[in-house]
């Protein structure tokens, strides 16, 4: 019950030879995609206090989505609604923020809420050990096996997890490289071990 607010609520579904519509609240705040635009837009950079917290968001969200066994298979920006009750939910002001979790400008009314579950798995219907093989159209997110036409289950949702941390960091989308020394792929973008504040100056 406590992670209701994570994924969208359906009040109902109404399908139709050609087409079908869903009924739900609507959410004003707007996607993190949008948020990371306009971060983009003002030349700015996501403070990276929260970026970890929208990956905590998406990691636990996922933690649960696995847990019922489903795979949503579309994890990307677009997909993931901005619970904010700040009137301003783009360019957020990580010093104002509270760590007071029950506080109404707190912790337990900011986060994510998952949506879009039409390339989404319900993993009940196959047996246990079931793969899947073929690109599922997550264009910029698809995983490495996808791209193959090797087997996948959870790689699909890991990998856009990964992507969109990739976004938050870099404002860019994650391209991989094969790293010959490990044999490992990895990202192409590489990875600084500190960086100063971005909008600091310094």
């Known amino acids: 019950e406590s992670f209701q607010s994570s994924f969208i609520h359906f009040y109902s579904c109404h399908m139709y030879s050609n087409q079908s519509i869903l009924v739900m609240d609507y959410n004003s705040s707007g996607t993190l995609q949008d948020v990371l635009n306009m971060y983009l837009s003002h030349n700015k950079k996501m403070d990276e206090s929260l970026i970890i917290f929208y990956t905590i968001e998406i990691l636990t969200i996922l933690i ?9 298979c579309d994890i990307k920006p677009d997909n993931f609604l901005i ?7 783009t360019l957020v ?11 109404e400008s707190g912790w337990d009314s900011q986060g994510l809420t998952l949506i879009d579950f039409n ?4 993993l009940r219907l196959y047996p246990a050990n079931t793969g899947f093989k073929g690109d599922a ?10 791209t193959n036409d090797k087997p996948w289950k959870e790689q699909a949702d890991a990998y856009g997890l990964a992507g969109i941390v990739h976004c938050l960091l870099f404002g860019k989308y994650m ?9 490992r792929w990895k990202p192409k973008e590489a990875w600084q071990r500190w960086s100063p504040n971005p909008n600091s100056g310094r």
């Open 119 to 122: 390339r989404t798995i319900d």
């Open 93 to 103: 002001d990580w010093n104002n923020w509270t760590p007071n979790y029950r506080n």
């Open 64 to 72: 649960q989505l696995h847990r019922i066994q489903f795979l949503h």
């Open 137 to 146: 159209a997550v264009e910029n997110f698809a995983c490495r096996e996808m």
């Open 83 to 89: 619970r904010n009750t700040s009137s301003d939910s």
């Open 175 to 183: 391209d991989i490289v094969l790293d010959y020394r490990t044999k």
